[in-house]
């Protein structure tokens, strides 16, 4: 299918109004419990919700690879059957999943007292939704290799829906966390089975190099970790060091903040199988990489001028009026959010193409997060201008690798 075909386009957009509708039914979901639930036991939903996020960073490693192989495969003449790679990664999304879920419950089972945790229950639930949701993203990974916007867009509402409705049975009926985890269960259950049926192929007894595509997951894998230290460690750091009450500001805060990120992510996954099949065509790519930059970037602009100019309003009518203490710094966290949003875009851009540099300096600011909030968590004022400014130096260096990695080769 030729990139500029009508059908492509359509599709492209009907994924990226698909995905406005998701962000903003999930972000309902969670604004609902904030008000519902109150600080404290909003804490711990929005430990979970980290947790996920956590959790969606590894699940995205294998969407990756999953949908750099299918495009790999789909740009060949004749095209080669991504059956193979389909059961191969989905073995191992099986084993990890598995790994993940017995890891977590562990961890937190052994920490209950350092988070402050109520119950160890919901994160039992959500711990057996692991291997759904690994499987879930194998699918989606073959269906973004395919250019198959319209049906993954489809995967994406029936996680959404499933979720929104059962949570807000299940809260109805005063399960509160408990059915919050439940309904994630539920949602991830059904969403796998939505995208295993778009994906069906007829067997294929070709192989795969199995060690170049663990290759690539390894290196994906590695620049995931970093999106996760750098997304989810205030969240946890402060989960540790404030009281709950507080722990449920500062993740009402964030939420409303990471409406940047999610709200720029559709350009990142429309970006990756497009410029890995025009690289495989001899095509030039860097159109497509400014003109994402350029649109994340407004989009990112605009979210936070909102967020300066009427933040009682917008947490207010988010939240309500127990959230308001923590609005003034809502600008502030929507910069950082932003400067990590653009350099998103540079590091997927250059992975896509085989160019790992960036990916190790994300993993390098990730882990200075940690140490900076470590040292400096007085307020949250301070804990969010850490991130600014690790956001600001890591964007810099993202913009001196565009222009010079030719020279650096690497």
């Known amino acids: 299918m030729a990139l500029n075909s009508k059908s492509l386009a359509t599709d492209a957009g009907f994924l990226f109004a698909s995905t406005l509708i998701v962000n903003a039914g999930n972000y309902a979901i969670n604004l609902l419990l904030g008000r519902w639930l109150g600080p404290a036991d909003f804490s711990e939903v929005s430990l979970i919700v980290t947790l996920l996020l956590i959790i969606s960073f590894f699940a995205l490693a294998f969407q990756l690879t999953a949908a750099k192989f299918t495009a790999t495969y789909e740009s060949l003449t004749p095209a080669k059957s991504s059956y193979p790679l389909l059961s191969f ?3 191992k999304a099986v084993r990890g999943g ?3 879920a017995i890891g977590f419950i562990a961890v937190l089972s052994l920490s209950q007292n ?3 945790l109520a119950s160890i229950v919901p994160y039992i639930i959500f711990g057996v939704s692991m291997p759904f949701y690994l499987l879930m993203s194998v699918n989606r990974g073959v269906l973004q290799g395919k250019l198959s916007y319209k049906s993954l867009a489809l995967t994406y509402q029936s996680e959404m829906w499933v979720r929104l409705a059962f949570t807000l049975l299940l809260v109805y009926l005063g399960l509160r966390v408990n059915g919050v985890a439940v309904a994630l269960l539920l949602s991830l259950i059904a969403t796998w089975y939505v995208s295993k049926h778009f994906t069906k192929m007829t067997p294929d007894t070709e192989t795969i190099d199995e060690k170049t595509v663990m290759a690539f997951f390894k290196v994906v894998l590695v620049y995931e970790c970093s999106q996760i230290l750098i997304n989810n460690s205030d969240i946890v750091l402060v989960k540790h060091f404030f009281e709950p009450t507080d722990a449920g500001l500062y993740a009402a805060l964030a939420l409303v903040g990471r409406i940047v990120y999610f709200g720029t992510w559709t350009i990142v996954t429309l970006l ?4 890995i099949k025009l690289e495989k065509e001899g095509k030039n ?3 497509l990489f400014f003109g994402g930059l350029g649109i994340v970037m407004a989009i990112a602009a605009i979210i936070t001028a909102v967020c300066y100019f009427f ?3 917008v947490m207010n009518t988010l939240f309500g009026a127990q959230y308001l203490s ?3 710094l809502l600008w502030k966290y929507a910069v950082a959010t932003s400067l990590f949003a653009g350099s998103n875009v540079f590091v997927y851009y250059h992975m896509s193409l085989d160019r790992h540099l960036p990916i ?4 390098g600011f990730g882990i200075l997060q940690i140490i900076f909030l470590y040292i400096y968590h007085a307020s949250f004022e301070q804990v969010i201008m850490v991130q600014i400014a690790l956001m600001a130096a890591l964007m810099t260096l993202m913009v001196l690798y565009q222009l010079f990695y030719k020279r650096l080769k690497i």
């Open 272 to 275: 990756f199988p497009m410029v």
């Open 114 to 116: 350092y988070f402050h």
């Open 360 to 363: 190790y300096l994300s993993i």
């Open 311 to 313: 933040p009682d309003l």
């Open 98 to 100: 598995l790994g993940l």
């Open 326 to 328: 923590v609005a003034p």
């Open 285 to 287: 790519t860097l159109p």
């Open 89 to 91: 990664l989905n073995q």
